[in-house]
């Protein structure tokens, strides 16, 4: 995994970005539930990050959340993601970030699936699909 950071002005993101993928990754906001193109994707490969690339999850800890946005039990790596406290529209959350380009990826909850426990709720724009050949 490359551990280069990247770091891009708003309008250098806006130029390789579709308008979603800005939405989303550089302004957090939040694709609406069950809009989105890996809600139910139960194909083998893994996901990257749509901004930068950055591998994040395997398929392998995708799991059926019922919660409308594709939903993981774990990175494919600690280091992969970075986690900031979110108190926006009055909730105590969890923001999860893409480690190396700090692009908003989705929320993680502690309702999860053993072993972990834990819910990475991600929006699909923020994602990439790389299928398994
Ligand atoms: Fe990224």
Known sequence: MENTKIEKSEEEWKK??????????????????????????????????????????????????????PSFSAPVAPDAVSLKSDRSLFMKRTEVLCARCKGHLGHVFDDGPKPTGQRFCMNSVSLRFMKKE
């Open 16 to 69: 390789i970005l579709t308008p979603e993928e800005f939405l989303v990754l550089r302004k957090k906001g939040t694709e609406p539930a069950f809009t989105g193109k890996y809600v139910h994707n139960k194909e083998k490969g893994t996901y990257v990050c749509a901004g930068c690339g950055n591998l994040l999850f395997s398929s392998e800890t995708k799991f059926d959340s019922g919660s409308g946005w």
